[in-house]
């Protein structure tokens, strides 16, 4: 089954860029409809940021949108995220995901913690 | 963008129970593309329900989602201890995609 893998830093300076890594295994990532980062700042609720097609079209939360970049790398089979202009706000545990169609997001990364702070 | 509104809050229950869990939208979810997930502490969200009512794979038919248009519910016929968790609710039917804010499901 297809499995998610998020790697990055577990630590960012306030002001400066998040970036994240979601490499995809047993599965192409050429094969599914869209690949989302969602997010989850301690002891809160779910929040979408945005997702990419394997073709590079990608859709953004507009509460983020300003400071969101996300790209798709076929030869690598991952795709990524870059958050700029982080604050403490922006700690929190984020996921990438798997939307296959109408059936949800069915695989998720195990979630990565990036905290920010100086 | 859609508003998920998830009522109760926590719902405090024994095994054996049923527990019945409510998802509101503040406006039609388009294609009933509605999802319920599943998660435990220190956990990624585990997907349990899509298009409103369909269950995803592996997932015990105790299990159970209805509704449409704006009120969506998911049901747990009989609380085995495994189901003490948060469920959250999610359309994915327009962009933005949004969550609803959980409802915990604790031991009484």
Redesign the interface.
């Known amino acids: 089954q297809v499995q998610l893998q998020e790697s990055g830093p577990g630590l960012v300076k306030p002001s400066g860029t998040l970036s994240l890594t979601c490499a995809v295994s047993s599965g192409s990532i050429s094969s599914s409809n869209w690949w989302s980062w969602v997010r989850q700042p301690p002891g809160k609720g779910l929040e979408w940021i945005g997702e990419i097609s394997h073709s590079g079209s990608s859709n953004y939360n507009p509460s983020l949108k300003s400071r969101v970049t996300m790209s798709v790398d076929k030869s690598k089979n991952q795709f990524s995220l870059n958050l700029s202009s982080v604050t403490a706000a922006d700690t929190a545990v984020y996921y990438c995901a798997r939307q296959w169609g109408s059936h949800g997001f069915d695989y998720w990364g195990q979630g990565t913690l990036v905290a920010v702070s100086s | ?1 859609i508003v998920l509104t998830q009522s109760p809050g926590t719902l405090s229950l024994s095994p054996g129970e049923r527990a019945t869990l409510s998802c509101r939208a503040s406006q039609s979810v388009s ?1 009933n ?1 509605l ?1 319920w ?1 599943q998660q435990k502490p220190g ?5 349990l329900i ?2 409103a009512s ?1 269950r ?2 592996g997932i015990p038919d105790r299990f159970s989602g209805s509704g449409s248009g704006t009120d969506f519910t998911l049901t747990i016929s009989r609380l085995e201890p495994e189901d003490f968790a948060v469920y ?1 609710c ?1 359309q ?1 039917g327009s ?8 409802t915990k499901v604790e031991i009484k």
């Open positions: 963008e294609y593309y999802a997930y956990q990624a969200p585990r997907l899509y298009s369909s995803a794979t959250s999610q994915y962009s933005p995609r949004t969550f609803g804010q959980g």
